[in-house]
């Protein structure tokens, strides 16, 4: 059984920064990409950051600068870097492991709020 297991998130001011951790279990880690999204009420979820089996990174522009997406394949874990934080950052923020078409996991999801 596949599990993707977020934590982190939380309530942070502006300015402010978290870190996000996934820890999967039920998968080869090393073997997948691993990619954080986020879906804000009322937004589809969007693309925030992946990185691949090599360790090649990709961001949402919106991450660009701000955000940095590691792994620890020995530890299974992917992490999030979240710093200067704005208000327009606040969503649900959802770990995901994916391989092939049918080998593509979700976790439940970590709540993010930036706000004063």
């Known amino acids: 059984q596949v599990q993707l297991v977020e934590s982190g998130g939380g309530l942070v001011q502006p300015g402010g920064s978290l870190r996000l951790s996934c820890v999967a279990s039920?998968?080869?880690?090393?073997?997948?990409?691993m990619g954080w999204y986020r879906q804000a009420p009322g937004k589809q979820r969007e693309l925030v950051a992946t990185?691949?089996?090599?360790?090649?990174?990709n961001y949402a522009d919106s991450a660009k600068g701000r955000f940095t997406i590691s792994r620890d394949n020995a530890k299974n874990t992917v992490y999030l870097q979240m710093n200067s934080l704005k208000p327009e950052d606040t969503a649900v923020y959802y770990c995901?492991?994916?391989?092939?078409?049918?080998?593509?996991?979700w976790g439940q999801g970590t709540q993010v709020t930036v706000s004063s």
């Open positions: 990185i691949s089996s090599d360790d090649s990174t």
């Open positions: 039920g998968i080869i880690f090393s073997r997948y990409m």
């Open positions: 995901n492991a994916k391989r092939r078409a049918f080998e593509n996991y």
